[in-house]
């Protein structure tokens, strides 16, 4: 999850480019994360803690983004691993990533996590001690607390959970490269052949469909690792399919001329599993054939918007900004602590009675602050840097461009 950019992809070789647009594309999925789970705060939806307003509104914008937000991101990252592999070999590959990965993961699951269970216990079951007896008592036990309802895991890594999966993924990956070093060149061509023309909208939607039907049903979504299929399926499909063409120049250039189509069919498929959803909750009676075309329309409707969002950021952006160079490091500090600051921020709120839209400002401003206070300090300090994903010591801005350039994360 190292903040990096990516050389532009190519079949013949580094180009020394950067891919600003994929740089982009990260930085907007995480933020994208970080306004979302505001809104779990309004939503009917489960979460840690709820706020007392419920903005039913807002749950269409929710849907649209949920089903690709996260699954662009581990894309990104298998665009990003693919480039990595370029520049170490898989053991040195693995170990830099199990430092870049595992660290803000413990650091996180024992420091920044903590302050979202107890404020949920506490908005739960009313526990009546403070947070220092929580965690000696409960967070550290390494088993189940607090059961029946809620029945927490402890400790937990709550958000962080993309971390923890993104750093199976890789060293699942280094071991497969290390047992069959040749596996990538034989597969590559192949699959670029394939995804380049109509295969690239109709074959991975098609995968994705397969798994909302065939899989969701049996291992709903947890984030737990352990029997979370689904989301393994549909995660770790996307991470290969980046990593295996993260260099092929006409699997990007397909993704760009078919971003308006992917687009349009997205809005199509889109409003179809809406309108089901809508009828399924308005309590009518659904035959077998419509809650499967239901299923297939949010499958299809995964991997069309990662082909528009794609398709639309390499055809627009181009240039490059000091902007991009400060989010592309800042980003990933942000990601760590965005959950913990909306949390804790709307917990003080509770009990205020604050109008909907000022609540949602404080907590969205607040979490703002708290996320670039945080990186501001965290930057300066060596020796905190790598809890928070950075390198120990930032890259000398005056370094030529080619020699900062690094793949995403």
């Keep these: ?51 007392v ?23 990104v990252s298998g665009v990003a691993t693919r480039f990595m592999v370029r520049k170490y070999p898989p053991g040195a590959l693995l170990r830099s990533r199990s430092a870049r990965l595992l660290i803000p ?58 971390v923890a999966y993104l750093w199976i993924y890789t060293v699942a990956l280094g071991v497969v ?24 909208l109709i074959a991975p939607s098609l995968v994705f469909a397969v798994c909302r039907l065939v899989l969701l049903p049996n291992f709903p979504s947890t984030h737990a690792l352990f029997g979370d299929w689904y989301n393994h399926a549909v995660y770790a499909t996307v991470f290969l399919i980046g990593f295996v063409l993260a260099r092929a120049t006409s699997f990007w250039d397909a993704v760009e001329r078919q971003r308006w189509v992917a687009l349009l069919l997205a809005a199509a498929f889109f409003l179809t599993f809406l309108s089901v959803r809508s009828a399924s909750i308005a309590g009518a009676a659904l035959p077998l054939w419509v809650r499967l075309c239901a299923g297939t329309a949010y499958g299809l409707y995964q991997w069309f918007c990662i082909v528009a969002v794609l398709g639309f950021a390499k055809r627009w952006i181009k240039s490059d900004s000091p902007a991009r160079r400060y989010l592309t490091d800042a980003i990933f500090t942000y990601y760590i602590v965005h959950q913990t600051a909306i949390i804790m ?9 604050l109008p909907v839209e000022l609540e949602a400002a404080i ?3 607040g979490t703002t602050a708290a996320c670039v206070l945080t990186y501001e300090i965290v930057r300066r ?13 930032p890259a000398a801005s005056t370094l030529p461009a080619r020699v900062q350039s690094q793949p995403v994360q």
């Excluded at 996180?108 to 079951?125: H, K, N, R, T």
């Excluded at 596996?183 to 995804?195: G, H, M, N, S």
């Design 177 to 200: 490269l290390v047992a069959l070093p040749r596996v990538v060149d034989a597969i590559e061509p192949w699959l670029v052949r394939f995804l380049s023309g109509a295969a690239l």
């Design 1 to 51: 999850m190292t903040p990096q950019t990516i050389p532009q992809p190519s079949n013949s070789g580094d180009r020394g480019e950067r891919r600003v647009d994929l740089d982009w594309v990260r930085i907007g999925a995480f933020g994208l994360l970080i306004l979302y789970h505001v809104g779990m705060l309004y939503v009917p939806w489960g979460f840690h803690i709820k706020s």
């Design 381 to 393: 300090i060596g020796l905190l840097r790598p809890l928070f994903g950075l390198r120990r010591a």
């Design 363 to 365: 907590v969205i401003s």
């Design 53 to 75: 307003h419920v903005v039913a509104n807002l749950e269409p914008l929710m849907l649209m983004v949920n089903p690709w937000r996260l699954a662009l991101l581990f894309f």
């Design 105 to 162: 993961l413990i650091f996180g699951m024992f420091v920044i996590v903590p302050p979202q269970a107890y404020d949920q216990i506490v908005e739960s079951l009313g526990y009546p001690s403070g947070f220092l007896d929580f965690y000696l008592r409960h967070y550290l036990v390494f088993g189940s607390q607090f059961c029946p309802s809620p029945c927490i895991l402890l400790p937990t890594w709550n958000h962080l959970w993309f």
């Design 345 to 353: 921020i709307a917990h003080g709120l509770r009990g205020l009675d």
